[in-house]
């Protein structure tokens, strides 16, 4: 018996859905999530608390003698940002520069330097009592301290992924969350929760990047969409080649 269009349109239309079957649940599943949970919560706001500011009042030395110390002690380059911030109460400057290790200027890397505002005097990095302190000034009270931990490195799954490294990661029991602080720049980067985690493993089905979550343009998710769009496609042809009203409007005109 030969066999028609309409049974191979059946056939890989069957086929097809079942394939891409269990995605379209995945991206379904987590774009419900996605639009129904409230973006402000996922970024942790809720846990933090309002940001504290300097005094308008405070006496301060010259932007000039900080950088003449900094180029005394370590390879300036050039200037990215020069900043003052706010460190425990502490006016600091902020300097972020670019370091060249080599007359060919190929090793040029990324460098922090702190530098008291009322003294000039450059200070090493955040300690871990301090990056305490630190992440309990960003969470709403009261902090219940979990485990302080000074990452080096994260893999391709971390939640702290492709941020710089190294970092203080500052874990509260309550409220239950991460806070990690930068012990170059001496400042407060992100909150991770479980909300935010949650959100994390969905995103990673719906971007299909099952290396590292967040590339949006890898092979596996443009193939997927294709044999997606080809199910589709294939299950509207299936429809109107078995559909009685176009069988009968076919059939008048095919009379007329």
Known sequence: MRKNKKYYIR?????????????????TISGLYFSWTNLDEIHGDHFLQ??????????????????????????VDSISSFQLIR???????????????SEKK??????YALANAQTGELRPPITKEEATLI?????????KLKEVEYLEEAGSHHEFRGRRLPVWAVT??????????????????????SKWRIFDFLWMFHTMDYAGRDNFNNWLLRIFSVFGL??????????VATSKTFKKTTSKRQVN
């Open 172 to 193: 509260f029991e309550e409220p239950a969350c991460a806070v990690y602080v930068s012990p170059e720049s001496g400042t407060f980067q992100t909150i991770r929760h």
């Open 230 to 239: 080809i199910t589709v496609v294939s299950g509207f042809t299936l429809y």
């Open 106 to 111: 190929q090793s040029v890397t990324t460098e």
């Open 11 to 27: 056939k890989s239309h069957r086929y097809l859905g079942l394939f891409i079957g269990i995605q379209f649940i995945a991206w």
């Open 87 to 101: 460190i425990l109460d502490i006016p600091y400057y902020q300097i972020k520069y670019f370091s060249n290790s």
């Open 50 to 75: 309002s940001p504290q500011y300097l005094s308008a009042d405070i006496a301060t030395v010259s932007p000039d003698k900080v950088l003449a110390s900094l180029k005394e002690n370590h390879i």
């Open 135 to 143: 992440a309990k000034e960003q969470v709403i009270h009261p902090a």
